[in-house]
Nanobody
Framework: QVQVVESGGGLVQPGGSLRLSCAVSGFTLDYYAIGWFRQAPGKEREGVLCISEKDAITYYADSVKGRFTISRENAKKMAYLQMNSLKPEDTAVYYC??????????????WGQGTQVSVPS
């Protein structure tokens, strides 16, 4: 059974940091890219970052460059999103997803349920 489970969200003050975790099971993470997406209230879901199966990083959102990083530990079946210098506009539900096709095509096979990140203004 495939599972993708995000954790680590919460309330953080502007300028603070959070690290989101993504735990996967039911498939071999080594062969999949991992993407992080977010959806703010009243807005469409947007891509944030992706890390390929070969650890190449793609930024989907220019607004997070220099602040967010992505990493993975295949042996632990985990991926992470490190978020620094958080801003109120980063407030959203953050989703982790896995793609066999890679970071380029936005073709994601498995999705988590999301974790809330709130940065008050």
């Amino acid at each position: 059974q495939v599972q993708v489970v995000e954790s680590g969200g919460g309330l953080v003050q502007p300028g603070g940091s959070l690290r989101l975790s993504c735990a996967v099971s039911g498939f071999t993470l080594d062969y999949y890219a991992i993407g992080w997406f977010r959806q703010a209230p009243g807005k469409e879901r947007e891509g944030v970052l992706c890390i390929s199966e070969k650890d190449a990083i793609t930024y989907y959102a220019d607004s997070v460059k220099g602040r967010f990083t992505i990493s993975r530990e295949n042996a632990k079946k985990m991926a992470y999103l490190q978020m620094n210098s958080l801003k109120p506009e980063d407030t959203a539900v953050y989703y982790c997803a896995a793609s066999f096709a890679g970071c380029g095509g936005y073709e994601y096979d498995f999705w988590g349920q999301g974790t809330q990140v709130s940065v008050p203004s």
